[in-house]
Nanobody
């Protein structure tokens, strides 16, 4: 079992930055692909960014490209999401998740383990 705990969310003004962290416990995540998802009220959960277990491949949704950066530190069993130039439409609950050899990093169904989420609110 892998337990995931997100932190770093909060309230920020438009144009600001936040760095989300996802700390894993129970098992090493070094062989898991990791994803950051978000879900706004009334919307489906979407994959914002994902990173392969070796960090040689990353994925970003179009709205995150150029603003968000996903990274991982396998020695610390932690994954990060640096979010810059935040916009009000980035407001959502952000979740990290772990998947073993996903065929596609985008669908939530590919991920086995999930954190409880952290709220990100961007004011205009």
């Amino acid at each position: 079992q892998v337990q995931l705990v997100e932190s770093g969310g909060g309230l920020v003004q438009a144009g600001g930055s936040l760095r989300l962290s996802c700390a894993a416990s129970g098992r090493t995540i070094s062989k898991y692909d990791m994803g950051w998802f978000r879900q706004a009220p009334g919307k489906e959960r979407e994959c914002v960014a994902a990173i392969s277990w070796s960090a040689d491949r990353t994925y970003y949704t179009d709205s995150a490209k150029g603003r968000f950066t996903i990274s991982r530190d396998n020695a610390k069993n932690t994954v990060y999401l640096q979010m810059n130039s935040l916009k009000p439409e980035d407001t959502a609950v952000y979740y990290c998740a772990a998947a073993y050899s996903p065929r596609d990093p985008r669908p939530p169904s590919e991920y086995r383990y999930w954190g409880q989420g952290t709220q990100v609110t961007v004011s205009s």
